[in-house]
C-alpha cells in the first residue's frame, strides 16, 4: 500500500483504502457502508447488522471492536498472536503512550489474523 489510507469511521485509525466502498478495517471490524456522522444513531442494517457507528464505536472504546462483548467475529473473540500485537499498539496510542506511526501501523496490519479458538477441556 503505497497510497494514503482513509481514517475508519468507527475506531479513528487509518485502516480504509476507500471509504463508502464496503472495506473492512482490522482494527474494529466496521464495515465502510458510507455511515457518517450525521446519521451515526441510525441502524441502516446492511453489512454492520444491528450496530449503529454510535454503537460501535462504543463498543470499540470498550474492548477494540464494533461488536457488543461476547458477540464479536472469532478472530475479535479469540485474537491470535498477531491481532494482540496489533491492539497492544492500538492500545498505547489511545493511551498517547507512542504517537501514531503509519509505518509501523501498516507492518501489524499486514499481519495475518485468524482465530485462536481455546482447545476445549477433555472429560476426565
Known amino acids: 500500500m503505497t497510497e494514503a489510507l482513509h481514517t475508519c469511521p468507527c475506531c479513528g485509525f ?4 476507500a471509504r463508502a466502498v464496503f472495506d473492512i478495517c482490522e482494527i474494529c471490524w466496521w464495515e465502510d457502508d458510507g455511515q457518517d456522522a450525521p446519521y451515526a444513531d441510525e441502524v441502516w442494517a446492511g453489512p454492520n447488522k444491528d450496530y449503529s457507528l454510535t454503537m460501535a464505536r462504543q463498543n470499540f472504546l470498550a474492548h477494540r471492536h464494533m461488536y457488543d ?3 464479536g467475529i472469532d478472530v475479535v473473540e479469540f485474537p491470535d498472536a498477531n491481532r494482540l ?3 497492544a499498539y492500538v492500545n498505547k496510542v489511545l493511551d498517547r503512550e507512542v504517537g501514531l506511526d503509519p509505518k509501523r501501523l501498516g507492518q501489524l496490519l499486514s499481519m495475518p489474523q485468524s482465530p485462536h479458538r481455546p482447545m476445549p477441556r477433555s472429560s476426565p
Open 85 to 87: 500485537a496489533l491492539l
Open 14 to 17: 487509518p485502516t480504509l483504502e
Open 69 to 71: 462483548a461476547g458477540e
